[in-house]
């Protein structure tokens, strides 16, 4: 079955576009920004949010992120479902920032969610992380671990964003996980034909 992987690709374009107008018109990430002060009158910022970043590395961080991660699950698990995930993630992210944080912009929470259903359904997955090599799932409770600990030592990031875009991602991958995860590729039986072998004997 082939799988439509452009998604994860179109997305990160959009949100690189989102990026340059954003330096271009310098009112855009006012208006589009989630600000729990003003979320009920402009329910859209919920979304609109994930698409606005702060500068050049919060910018590169997520797109690196979403291009390669993305396209890998998006080619695991289909178009429909990864551009749900995406949204889901990035909104369940969005929300459970309302009582800790006052502005909040980024993809952060919806790639979260991209890499908490990829940790569950391709575990074994080699990743580098910090120039190591390591396991999927591995990398995934190291990026889960970091997060817990930048809420008690606050740096500017909404880790519990990325919480709980992870929560969705990883729920999501429990949930698909006897559908997509990987299979093992069978051994084929090895059938030894007993005339070829007394042929070949006579032969010396």
């Given at each position: ?5 452009r998604?994860?690709l179109?997305?990160?374009?959009i ?15 006012d ?28 910018l ?18 289909g ?7 995406f949204?889901v993630?990035?909104?369940?992210a ?12 980024g ?14 359904l ?15 799932i591995?990398?995934l409770?190291?990026w889960?671990a ?7 030592a606050?740096?500017?990031?909404a ?10 991602g ?35």
């Amino acid at each position: 079955m082939k799988y439509n992987i452009r998604s994860a690709l179109w997305l990160s374009l959009i949100i690189f576009i989102v990026f340059l107008l954003q330096a271009v018109f310098k009112g855009l990430t006012d208006y589009f920004i989630l600000d729990t002060r003003t979320v009920l009158f402009e329910f859209y910022t919920l979304i609109t949010a994930i698409f606005l970043h702060s500068g050049v590395p919060h910018l590169l961080y997520n797109l690196f992120a979403l291009a390669l991660f993305g396209t890998i699950l998006e080619h695991v698990i289909g178009s429909r479902k990864f551009l749900i995930l995406f949204f889901v993630s990035g909104l369940a992210a969005s929300l459970v920032s309302l009582p800790f944080y006052t502005r909040v912009l980024g993809a952060s929470g919806a790639v979260f969610g991209i890499l908490g259903m990829l940790g569950i359904l391709r575990p074994k997955m080699t990743v580098w992380l910090y120039s190591m090599p390591m396991p999927m799932i591995v990398a995934l409770f190291v990026w889960a671990a970091g997060d817990v600990l930048g809420i008690f030592a606050p740096s500017g990031t909404a880790n519990i964003a990325h919480l709980g875009g992870l929560f969705i991602g990883v729920s999501a991958g429990f949930y698909y996980r006897k559908r997509f995860r990987e299979k093992r590729e069978k051994k084929e039986d090895v059938h030894i034909d007993e005339d070829k072998v007394k042929e070949w004997e006579k032969s010396f």
